[in-house]
Structure formats: C-alpha cells, structure tokens
Antibody, heavy 118, light 110 residues
C-alpha cells in the first residue's frame, strides 16, 4: 500500500526558509517521478514542482522558479522541497504526490501546512 | 499564460447525471494534454479519479468516467450520490514537465 507522509511545515516569517520532506513507502520509490502540489487556504490546487525518478530533471511552476528546489534521496525514499525567500502568498498546504504513469498522479500524501506570517 | 477553465459550481440531483468540463483559455483540450481529474472533500487530501483522459484510478467506481467532448475534457458522474458532493479539479499536462490545474468545480448534490 502506497504511503506518502509529509513533514516540515510550520510558521515562518517572510523572507525565511523551510525544507519539507515526504517519506514514501509501499512502492519502489526510485522508479517513479514525484511532484509537489500546494493549496492556499480556501483556494484551488496548484502544481509546484516535478522531479524525475532518478532526480536528473526537475521542473517548476513559474510562480516558484528560483526560490523552490525539489530533490530526492532514493536511498532513503524521501522527497524534499526546499523553499527560500518565503512570501505570504506561499502560505498553503503542501502535498507530495506520486506519478502513476501517463502523466497522472496515483497517490497523494495528507499534506503539511506552511504559514508565512510575521 | 494558459488558463485551464472549469465551471465554478454545478448541482445535480441524487441519482442524476452531471458532466463537468475542463477547457483552455486559448485552444482545445485533446488527449495530448493527458487530462486528469481529482476529487477533494473539505479538509481532505485530493484523490485522483481519472487520468490519461479516461482511465479510472484503482478503486474508483464505474459511475465516474472521463472523455473529450468537443474541445474540452469532461468528467461525467452517472447516478450521483450524496458523497459525491466535493470539489473537482482537472489538471492538464502542458509539456516540458509542466502541469496546470483548473480552478475547480464545486459540485452540490441536492
């Protein structure tokens, strides 16, 4: 059974940094691309970043390019999202998600809340 | 910048059929965008219902189906049930590792 467990969220001041983690289990992590998707309070879903199964290629939404870095450690089955220069607009629940083939997502984590506030 | 469009809200009667759509601000949605549909109830994580236009995710009942209708992707719910009352999001693959979600449709079953 696929499980994705995010952690690392919290309250951060504007301009601060944070690293989110997503521990994966129940599947061969190194075989699948992974994504981060976020949802601001009361708003819709927004794709944030995608990383290939082997970590070689990474892609970002224009809204986070240059401030967010997606990475993974296939030896530990962990996906990361490093966030710098945080803005209030980055306040959101951040979900990690597993690729299911044909550019779709087949599993989602429960999310971790990041609040950017002074 | 490309915007993915969805109806903000829709309602359906219990047992009825409803079709939600997913379009583009410019151009047509085709299978080449690999449209997916996600369902989310308040306070819960999303779950994927449909991917690759019409393939149901594991465990998703057959009353959910996906297709291309005209120039849009479509999600049809046949025999709507009370617990189908949720937010529904489509997401399109734009190429080069980039996805864009639609704004979501809030479905009411009443």
């Amino acid at each position: 059974q696929v499980q994705l467990e995010e952690s690392g969220g919290g309250v951060v001041q504007p301009g601060g940094s944070l690293r989110l983690s997503c521990v994966a289990s129940g599947f061969t992590f190194s075989n699948y691309g992974m994504r981060w998707v976020r949802q601001a309070p009361g708003k819709g879903l927004e794709w944030v970043a995608f990383i290939w199964y082997n970590g070689i290629n990474k892609y970002y939404a224009d809204s986070v390019k240059g401030r967010f870095t997606i990475s993974r450690d296939n030896s530990k089955n962990v996906l990361y999202l490093e966030i710098k220069s945080l803005k209030p607009d980055d306040t959101a629940v951040y979900y990690c998600a597993k690729d299911g083939g044909a550019f779709g997502i087949d599993s989602w984590g429960q999310g971790t809340l990041v609040t950017v506030s002074s | 910048q490309t915007v993915v469009t969805q109806e903000p809200s829709f309602s359906v009667s219990p047992g009825g059929t409803v079709t939600l759509t997913c379009g583009l601000s410019s151009g047509s949605v085709s299978t080449g965008y690999y449209p997916s549909w996600c369902q989310q109830t308040p306070g819960q994580a999303p779950r994927t219902l449909i991917y690759n236009t019409s393939t149901r995710s594991s465990g998703i009942p057959g009353r959910f189906s996906g297709s291309i209708l005209g120039n849009k992707a479509a999600l049809t719910i046949t025999g709507a049930q009370a617990d189908d009352e949720s937010d529904y999001y489509c997401v399109l693959y734009m190429g080069s590792g980039v996805w864009v979600f639609g704004g979501g449709t809030r479905l009411t079953v009443l």
